[in-house]
């Protein structure tokens, strides 16, 4: 049991200069902790809501001491003086005590920086890091470092709408953060010297640290990345590879895509993203189409499922009545995680558990409005989460997160996921795949890559494998690909 012995909250800025909430927990132990949480440019309809204090006169209304005084009075009295033994007993307090379905009473700022306060802070009492803490919160044995998807250049609300799309990321096929973030290094300098030549300036950088000069068009700004791989000695598709986030709801209006001096209906934009799949080394693409666009995640699903990784941000908001209806809807393939979408840690592990239960793979991200807490780090080796979005590497409050998936590889010893000997289980996906691969006697992803390269043989009829097992791997493949187990066009 954690008994609760003080709890507390200041305002402090993020990483664009508007307040956010951090918050402090002492338990009777001693042990102490704070946390400070996020906040986002590009939100969803559905994310919870964080409490702001609407006067114009202070950071144009966007203060959070309404969000602070209630962490230090009506959370603290409710709390203080009180055991939990678990996460899931504090956080189910929280949500009752503030008593809507969104946190509008209490905000979810100041709800979540209890959340991860207490969290932090029983780690702290138990004496083991906190990535081993949240492990333990999923029951997962086995924490693993995530790939990194590392933003290049930047679009959309993150730069001022130059171009439509939020952000251009780079996916090193690394077997380590060390050699991965080395990498991207490269390959952001690479960047930084052909924008300058080709348009004659040195390149702005967004909210997240993504390179923003004035790009005609969502394709240059796709080919540009493509060269800057080349220009730092790697190959697209094979060493690094790309993901695009397109925010799409961003410039969707009156049912229409307005991108690309076009209005596109769903099936347009769909067209539009299908095209730049087949044209550029894309793995995952993040809100392709508007969030309430049901219809056309339909359409883009049933077309590049077996592409791509098919992510959905604003249209899930992390909440588990929104991925339900995705995995019945057959909408996505992917959860982008972010839990103040849900405002605490146990609403953010049942949407990630939902995920995982259905097959999918999931990305741990990070908020354009971030602090120097390095908490998500943690969760996303805890969790054992596929691959982190966090932003660049050129800021600070992104940096903070890199820096720690260092120190815990390089400390701690812990590796990003190995593939020879990994049980198929571990990838995550269906059980229907599963069993299939197993009727065939296949159990590691090691002998998955055999089975691949038997295919490109022609061996199947050799050894018995039937092809019916082939749409099981065609699903597979977007994982393999994404991880850099198997080449994009062997």
């Not at 959370?75 to 946190?103: H, M, S, Y």
């Not at 405002?343 to 971030?370: F, I, K, P």
């Not at 989460?385 to 998936?405: C, F, H, P, T, W």
């Not at 061996?459 to 699903?475: K, Q, S």
Request: charged residues 20%.
């Amino acid at each position: 049991m954690s008994l609760i012995t003080s709890l507390s909250a200041i305002e402090i800025l993020d990483s664009r200069g508007r307040p956010t909430v951090k918050a402090y927990c002492t338990l009777a132990s001693g042990a102490r902790a704070e946390a400070a949480v996020p906040s986002g440019a590009s939100t969803g309809t559905a994310e919870a809501l964080e409490l702001r204090d609407g006067d114009p006169q202070r950071y144009h209304g966007l203060g959070c001491r309404k969000a602070v005084e209630n962490v230090k009075t009506v959370i603290r009295d409710a709390l203080v003086g009180k055991d939990f033994d678990t996460q899931a007993a504090l956080d189910t307090a929280l949500i009752e005590l503030d008593g809507t379905p969104n946190k509008a009473k209490l905000g979810a700022n100041a709800i979540l920086a209890v959340s991860l306060a207490f969290a932090r802070a029983q780690a702290n009492e138990k004496g083991i890091p906190l990535y081993q803490h949240f492990a333990a919160m999923n029951n997962n044995a086995m924490p693993l470092l995530p790939h990194l998807t590392v933003n290049l250049f930047s679009g959309g609300k993150h730069a001022g709408g130059q171009v439509p799309i939020q952000d251009v990321l780079l996916v090193p096929h690394s077997r380590s953060v060390d050699d991965a973030l080395a990498t991207t290094y490269n390959v952001y300098q690479a960047a930084v010297k052909l924008i300058s030549e080709k348009y004659g300036m040195r390149p702005l950088k967004a909210d997240e640290g993504g390179l923003a000069p004035p790009f005609p068009n969502v394709e240059a700004m796709l080919s540009d990345a493509v060269e800057a791989i080349k220009r730092a000695g790697y190959t697209p598709g094979q060493e690094v590879s790309l993901a695009v986030d397109v925010a799409s709801s961003q410039f969707y209006s009156d049912g229409r895509y307005h991108i690309n001096n076009q209005a596109l209906d769903s099936s347009g934009m769909v067209n539009l993203l299908l095209d730049w799949i087949a044209r550029f080394p894309i793995i995952s693409v993040e809100d392709g189409l508007a969030e309430e666009d049901w219809g056309g995640w339909g359409k883009f699903y049933r077309a590049a499922y077996d592409k791509v990784m098919i992510i959905g941000d604003d249209l899930l908001c992390t909440n588990p009545r929104r991925i339900r209806i995705a995995i019945d809807y057959h909408a996505a393939n992917s959860l982008l995680l972010k839990v103040n979408q849900i405002g605490t840690l146990t609403e953010a592990l049942e949407s990630y558990q939902l995920a995982r239960d259905a097959g999918w793979q999931v990305v741990v991200s990070a908020r354009s409005g971030e602090t120097e807490d390095s908490w998500l780090a943690d969760l996303a080796t805890g969790w054992a989460g596929d691959y982190i979005k966090v932003g660049s590497i050129m800021q600070s409050e992104r940096l903070a997160k890199y820096n720690r998936l260092l120190e815990i590889e390089t400390v701690d010893g812990l590796t990003i996921h190995t593939y020879d000997s990994m049980p198929i289980e571990d990838l995550h996906v269906s059980a229907d795949s599963v069993a299939a691969l197993k009727s065939y006697g296949i159990s590691t992803v090691g002998e998955i890559v055999e089975l691949l390269e038997q295919n490109l043989r022609g061996n199947f009829a050799m050894d018995g494998i039937g092809r019916g097992i082939l749409d099981h791997l065609d699903v597979i493949l977007v994982q393999l690909k994404g991880k850099g187990i198997w080449p994009e066009n062997p």
